[in-house]
């Protein structure tokens, strides 16, 4: 894929470190020629971002909280700064509180519920329209993650199935309302991986190694495979492709039950 995203410029949200999804997505992009910009909240993560993102030739680093809008507003404003036009973000961000990815949905708080919403699923409504003044010379890709507990239930995914099938239903309508301007919104799907905010999720050893053993391609999605398919989306070759749910998980997705040999 060398060369495909050649002289288009990107911001890269939620790093968290060298295992991330939005980090196989990043260095997949900056070896398709990506130049590339990125966010961390708080110092911890920009500590374990920096020599990340120094790896990929950027030198750009903004502390954003993507709950208050005046962080947003500057975040955005300094990479207005910097570059004239946008032609790809990638969202990445998500969170609940560890306590509720444990046991019964039935228990999800009021207070847990608002914010996680808030931060997995609004905030890519709220980044949608600080890219969107960017992209509308020459057009653009938004690209947000989520996973099959949107749809199906997976235990102990809880609240955070709601919020993701609230994302992948903001993905249709934004893909709908910037279409006319040439921007293209999607979501990529993986399964389950092994990643600094799949571990907080109750079970996910068990969920991860099921998987493994079941999807068609008796394999748990890559890093390298995610970071792919990102790059065919925000690249010419997926000029055609908005609104979608683009899964990326060794086929899991289509099983009705287990291979037989795990009944």
Excluded at 15 to 21: G, K, L, P
Excluded at 39 to 57: C, H, I, M, W
Excluded at 91 to 101: G, Q, T, V
Excluded at 172 to 177: P, V
């Amino acid at each position: 894929m060398s060369d495909m995203l050649k002289g288009k410029r990107g911001l890269i949200m939620g790093v968290a470190n060298e295992r991330s999804i939005a980090w196989g997505i990043a260095k997949a992009m900056a070896e398709a020629g990506a130049e590339l910009a990125f966010t961390y909240q708080g110092d911890a993560f920009g500590t374990r971002l920096k020599p990340l993102a120094e790896s990929v030739g950027s030198d750009f680093m903004v502390d954003v909280d993507v709950t208050d809008d005046a962080s947003l507003d500057a975040a955005f404003d300094q990479l207005a700064e910097r570059w004239a036009t946008l032609d790809f973000v990638v969202h990445a961000i998500a969170f609940s509180d560890k306590s509720e990815l444990t046991g019964r949905f039935l228990n999800t708080s009021r207070a847990n519920f608002k914010h996680s919403l808030d931060i997995s699923a609004y905030s890519f409504i709220e980044i949608a329209r600080r890219a969107h003044p960017m992209m509308t010379q020459n057009g653009g890709t938004l690209l947000t993650l989520t996973y099959q507990g949107s749809n199906r239930v997976v235990p102990n995914y809880n609240v955070m199935g709601v919020a993701k099938a609230a994302l992948e239903s903001a993905t249709r309508y934004l893909a709908n309302d910037l279409g006319p301007d040439g921007i293209r919104v999607n979501a990529i799907s993986p399964g389950p991986m092994k990643t600094l905010a799949g571990a907080a999720i109750g079970g996910a050893r068990k969920t991860y190694k099921h998987t493994d053993m079941n999807a068609p391609l008796r394999a748990n999605a890559t890093l390298e495979a995610v970071g792919g398919t990102a790059v065919y989306l925000a690249s010419d070759a997926g000029a055609c492709t908005t609104g979608e749910i683009i899964r990326v998980d060794g086929g899991f997705h289509v099983l009705g039950m287990p291979q037989a040999e795990h009944l």
